[in-house]
């Protein structure tokens, strides 16, 4: 085909992503992009984007593209090398035949549809519902990401919403960014915290380690993982000592009670320095920041919840807003996500109207647990014997990775993997099915960091063979036996029918005008209306079990809630896996760009540490626990507390010395509340490692 000229075409990023960027992507013709652009005249991208999308060319025009379905003649884990190339109609034909079979054996809980976020479009994310609960397969408590932040936001305010985020710029004095190494995983954000910050706004970050964010602050509170509990329980001490909480606002919006403020009598900066580690005078000048400035944006990120406190820890830093009143002003409040703002009716999508409620759910974090036939992660059903995968890797991005790993080695375990690239997890099926990217397929999507809901259109053909996860699930379903309207309609159709029946305009009239913004006004967002709890009060003594069924009682006030793994004299450090910039989870490790800008796995260890264990910058250092160890290189770094120890990840198994990779070390314990996995919750011991390896 002959090159036209280059054209600008609207998109969507679908990546697992809070900012949702809104895309112009260069077309150089029908089968080939050039740069991809943050669109100017949306309020939030504001012409910024990441540098791995705006670079996208080269992992959609990437050699390794999976272009055609695959059966695994050779033995698993080897790569490409050990499938062979048959058609679409036998691929498919086989998944269908061993599902059947298995299910005859087994029933059908013995299958178990496994996803997660490689795209956020909805279609293509979350039909593989549709197809779950159509044939009463196994279901998915999905905990990998967002479930111990959800539950913890949740349980004082009542919605997964807040404050826009565009109000930072004009309006809030002061910025606190917590738990968000904001430059690596959301960089649309720092263009509003820097409009902000030329009016001489603040901006704290609260982060175990100085990360590219943190740098770019006027105070760094570097706590101790997992200790966020108890730095917000101190601060709100010191608010209420130092008369810089809001008393008329807590009277009639919350539940604050004589007895909370008592509990919090003997939570004095010296008590927070003890557990935190961050000294009581920095402490002070955070409350006094934000006591004196009520316009204070707090901007909440997951990182701190991935902790076994971690949930708790979300519910006592939201608690902030509440005791300075910050939600009554333009600028103040909180926004942890905005997902629940689009309130849009999925049920076409997802198949809600056929669940199952005596169906089993499986604790997605817990997939070694249940592959290797753990009877209580089971729960008294059958094995595991076949798995269909879209949309996640969990070989590298699931906790306790080597039983991981063991679980997928099982001979009777069947597994379709529909990808993009040839990952751990997909030299590991049975069957491979080339999958689209989001240039090449419809999908619609909401946002967790902005209010604008997109409908995005193919922007190039297809990739060679490959084909949009709806196509798949929908030929499953007719060979299945699967019957729901949702199978019946194009990709296009069930976003169109699902804004009808959401109460939206149709697809074509948002794709025209680009976007629909969905902000709720001032009054609504900053929940001045009433939170949305049963009696509309932003709770500080929550009630868990609202949430759904909680694994542990917790504390009844914010405080420190000391469950995290515990340090020992055989294990006296903390892991933190903290997002690298290049990559998002295990996305854009296949580029090349990426992979040279990120280097290798590194640990970044400080000085006086390294010292005593005779650690040398470049060398390299055994990490490791009762679940694993990992051989990495060594960067002396002295931006974080002592026995601290940070690897940004997630790198391929294969690119660590030894080829086992850091999730290995990861425990896949469920956090406290209603689960969420633990990524940053580790304590491990560090060893020189005689032969240095270069
Ligand atoms: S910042 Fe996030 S949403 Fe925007 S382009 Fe990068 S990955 Fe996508």
Redesign the pocket.
């Known amino acids: 085909m002959s090159k036209t000229a280059p054209i600008r075409v609207k998109s969507t990023?679908?990546?697992?992503?809070?900012?949702?960027?809104a895309?112009e992507v260069e077309k150089l013709d029908e089968r080939t992009i050039g740069r991809?652009y943050?669109a100017k005249d949306n309020s939030y991208?504001s012409g910024?984007?990441?540098a791995?999308?705006?670079n996208y060319a080269e992992r959609v025009h990437h050699s390794g593209r999976l272009s055609k379905p695959l059966r695994r003649t050779g033995s698993k884990g080897v790569g490409l090398e050990a499938f062979v190339e048959i058609s679409w109609e036998e691929a498919l034909d086989e998944v269908s035949n061993r599902f059947k079979e298995l299910s005859e054996k087994y029933g059908n809980e013995t299958i178990w549809p496994h996803f997660y976020a490689g795209t956020m479009g909805l279609v293509q994310r979350d039909g593989i519902e549709r197809l779950r609960h159509t044939m009463g397969y196994s279901r998915q408590h999905s905990t990998i990401c967002s479930a111990a932040s959800d539950a913890g936001w949740k349980v004082g305010t009542g919605a997964k919403r807040g404050v826009d985020a565009r109000e930072i710029g004009d309006h809030s004095d002061v910025v606190v960014l917590w738990g968000t190494n904001a430059v690596h995983?959301?960089?649309?954000l720092m263009h509003h915290v820097a409009q902000a910050c030329k009016r001489n706004a603040k901006l704290v970050v609260v982060d175990p380690y100085r990360n590219a964010t943190a740098k770019r602050a006027d105070l760094h509170i570097m706590l101790q993982p997992g200790s966020d509990g108890a730095l917000a329980t101190t601060l709100m001490h010191i608010l209420l000592k130092e008369g810089l909480a809001d008393r008329d606002y807590l009277a009639e919006f919350t539940d604050f009670s004589a007895e909370l403020e008592t509990h919090l009598d003997d939570k004095t900066p010296e008590w927070g320095e003890a557990i935190t580690g961050v000294p009581a005078a920095t402490i002070v000048e955070f409350a006094r920041l934000i006591g004196q400035n009520p316009k204070s944006y707090y901007r909440f990120g997951y990182g701190f919840t991935r902790s076994r406190n971690g949930a708790f820890n979300m519910h006592a830093a939201s608690c902030l807003p509440a005791i300075t009143g910050a939600w009554k002003y333009k600028g103040g409040g909180a926004l942890y996500s905005n997902a629940e703002l689009f309130k849009l009716d999925k049920t076409l999508i997802v198949g809600s109207d056929v669940i199952d409620g005596n169906t089993r759910v499986l604790d997605q974090s817990r997939i070694g647990e249940i592959l290797c036939g753990n009877p209580i992660d089971l729960q008294g059903g059958p094995p595991i014997t076949g798995l269909l995968i879209q949309n996640t890797n969990p070989m590298m991005v699931s906790p306790s990775s080597l039983k991981v790993k063991k679980g997928f080695e099982r001979n009777d375990l069947f597994v379709c993997v529909h990808e993009q690239f040839m990952t751990d997890t997909a030299a590991m099926a049975d069957i491979v099915l080339p999958a689209t990217t989001f240039l090449e397929h419809d999908d619609i999507y909401i946002a967790g960091g902005h209010t604008f809901l997109q409908v995005a259109k193919p922007v190039i053909e297809p990739y060679a063979d490959a084909r949009p996860n709806h196509y798949v699930i929908c030929e499953l379903s007719k060979r299945l036996g699967a019957e729901h309207p949702g199978f019946e309609m194009t990709t296009w159709e069930l976003i169109d029918e699902t804004l009808k029946r959401s109460g939206f305009p149709s697809a074509e009239e948002i794709y025209k005008n680009s976007w629909l913004d969905c902000a709720r006004d001032f009054e609504e967002a900053h929940f001045l209306n009433g939170f949305e709890t049963p009696d509309k009060k932003f709770h500080f003594s929550p009630d868990w079990s609202r949430l759904g069924k909680v694994n542990v009682s917790m504390p009844k006030y914010p405080d420190h809630y000391s469950v995290t793994d515990k340090r020992s004299d055989t294990k006296p450090y903390r892991l933190v896996t903290a997002p690298a910039r290049q990559f998002?989870n295990s996305s854009f490790t296949e580029t090349p760009t990426s992979q040279r800008r990120e280097g290798r796995p590194t640990a970044k260890i400080h000085s006086d540490t390294c010292e005593s264990l005779n650690l040398k910058d470049g060398g390299v250092v055994r990490i490791g626990n009762d679940q694993a160890s990992v051989l990495v290189h060594v960067e002396v770094y002295d931006n974080l507390q002592k026995d601290v120890v940070i690897v940004e990840s997630i790198w391929p198994n294969e690119h660590f010395v030894e080829g086992v990779g850091i999730n290995s070390l990861v425990s896949s314990d469920p956090g406290h509340g209603i689960g969420g996995a633990v990524f940053h919750d580790t304590a491990v011991w560090l060893r020189r490692e005689e032969s240095q390896v270069a």
């Open positions: 990023c679908p990546h697992d992503c809070p900012s949702a960027c895309l991809v943050g991208t910024t984007l990441c791995k999308v705006g995983t959301q960089v649309n998002l």
